[in-house]
């Protein structure tokens, strides 16, 4: 069967008919068996995973639909199904024991309260017909609070940028969000913390990578993301008190 280059992401990705095979790393036991648990509980919005090939690259599931670029600005319907989908993936990753010696591509967090998909983003999200189906690309898993991940999710997906639609927008979109989502008051009164904490973890992983010579990460770097990423902080900072009330 021909192998067909997949765009996109960091990491260079091959289909075979209806499987991926990708880069391996020392995190990928944990995620194949959160994967299988995640199956187990009957979570369909994830693909599932088949070993390894004679190239020691992971085997998963071709998940078909469109996923789109980091910059698209979902409609309000598909915004809350996002929502919906990480809760849906949140609850069924409750109960999961990650195998002895498991090793994680980003640091644990406390609370460990759920399984974070570490990266939850349009790239990151299929789409079919206009709906979410699937995330995708679980490399970045990790054990960590809820709202590690909400966080990140309502960065990408309400498009809380500088250069996005008006701070009054972004905040009607963020409270959409968390309401979809049901996230809990504690977790609603340090959300805005959180994706400042989040977008600063990334930009401090990101930089190291640059550092430690990683293409991919050297390239982003190279062309400002980091600083991009600042800028939006900086942004979040400026329009916290619209956010906030928002949020209720």
């Known amino acids: 069967m021909t192998n067909e280059p997949m765009a996109g992401g960091v990491n260079t990705v091959l289909r075979f008919g209806d499987r991926v095979h990708r880069p391996a790393g020392e995190w990928t036991p944990a995620v194949h068996a959160l994967l299988a648990h995640l199956a187990a509980k009957g979570f369909a919005g994830a693909p599932r995973a088949h070993g390894f ?28 199904e996002v929502a919906v989908l990480l809760r849906a993936l949140h609850d069924a990753s409750l109960g999961f024991v990650p195998p002895p010696e498991a090793a994680w591509y980003f640091e644990s967090r406390e609370p460990a309260e759920v399984v974070c998909h570490g990266d939850v983003a349009p790239y990151n999200t299929v789409f079919r ?10 490399d970045t898993a990790h054990p960590a609070p809820r709202v590690w991940d909400v966080a990140y999710a309502a960065y990408r997906f309400v498009q809380l940028v ?47 990578q640059a550092a430690a010579g990683h293409p991919a990460f050297s390239r982003h770097v190279a062309e400002g993301h980091d600083s991009y990423y600042l800028r939006n902080i900086d942004h979040i900072g400026r329009h916290r008190g619209t956010f906030a009330a928002a949020l209720g």
């Open 53 to 80: 090939d004679a190239e020691g690259r992971e085997i998963v599931d071709f998940l078909p639909g469109e996923v789109p670029d980091s910059e698209v600005v979902v409609p309000d319907e598909a915004l809350v």
């Open 129 to 138: 017909d206009g709906h979410p189906v699937a995330l995708i690309d679980f």
């Open 162 to 208: 500088e250069d996005g639609a008006p701070a009054a927008e972004q905040a009607r979109r963020l409270a959409l969000f968390a309401d979809a989502y049901d996230l809990a008051d504690g977790d609603r009164a340090v959300l805005l913390d959180t994706v400042i904490a989040r977008l600063d973890h990334l930009v401090r992983f990101m930089r190291a």
